[in-house]
């Protein structure tokens, strides 16, 4: 479903680095899900620990630990007005800046909190950059548990090749929603805005990892520096 190859971990570090220029004090963030993310929530630690006053909207019960773990102040979207700027991974970018998250399984809670940020900075290392979305990784979709066997059906009618995902025990991922995620592996999408709305389009289906014109920078973190794509 996946490269095998995982990011560059000095990378990570230096492109988690780089995303703290977006912060300033007094500031509400959206922390992201994945290894981008929680590389920049523990940089993001560091700097609270020194005296910067944040508050932190999780997308993942993950990056929830992870950020009270490291004494970020964390809050939900019921006791707020808005997000400054969100912070997150993706497992695709193109040079549109179109994206597929959701291998980390985060993808519907990390769309809510996209929308409701000014901005969204995506952290990724290069291999994540791509031409087409669905060239690299299968599109995560997320469904409610009685329609996987419809939505499946549909999907596969759509040019799909859908896929439950497992746990290593062998039983179905659940996300922190209570659904389960249909990897669907598609020829690289020509028009990925189509394929999105064709898929939710479907009974049952909540969400896709199909994340378009909502990117508002895009940090990569190379062998030896951080390069921006707008």
């Keep these: 479903m996946t490269m095998s ?9 230096r492109v988690a680095q780089a995303a703290l220029a977006h912060v ?26 020194r005296g910067l006053r944040v508050r932190g909207v999780p997308t993942s019960k993950r990056s929830e630990e992870l950020a009270k773990k490291l004494q970020i102040e964390c809050v939900g979207l019921d006791e707020i007005h808005g997000i400054d700027v969100a912070f997150d991974g993706a497992d695709e970018v193109t040079p549109e800046l179109g994206l597929t998250k959701g291998l980390g399984g985060a993808l519907l809670r ?10 969204l900075v995506i952290l990724v290392t290069p291999e994540k950059l791509v031409n087409k979305l669905g060239s690299r990784t299968a599109i995560p979709i997320e469904v409610v548990p009685f329609a996987v066997a419809t939505a499946s059906r549909h999907l596969k009618n759509l040019g799909g090749e859908p896929v439950v995902r ?21 020829a690289p999408l020509d028009d990925p805005a189509r394929t999105h709305a064709e898929a939710r389009g479907i009974p049952g289906v909540v969400d896709t990892g199909l994340f378009l014109e909502m990117a508002d920078v895009v940090l990569v973190g190379g062998a030896d520096a951080v390069t921006e794509m707008r």
């Design 24 to 49: 300033a004090d007094g500031m509400t963030l959206g922390l992201g899900t994945g290894r981008a993310a929680e590389a920049f929530i523990e940089r993001l630690g560091e700097r609270v620990r």
């Design 110 to 119: 990390e769309r809510v909190v996209a929308y409701e940020a000014e901005r």
């Design 166 to 186: 497992k746990k290593a025990d062998g039983f179905p991922f659940v996300t922190d929603n209570m659904n389960w995620i249909i990897d669907t592996r598609f």
């Design 5 to 13: 190859q995982g990011p560059d971990p000095a990378a990570l570090e």
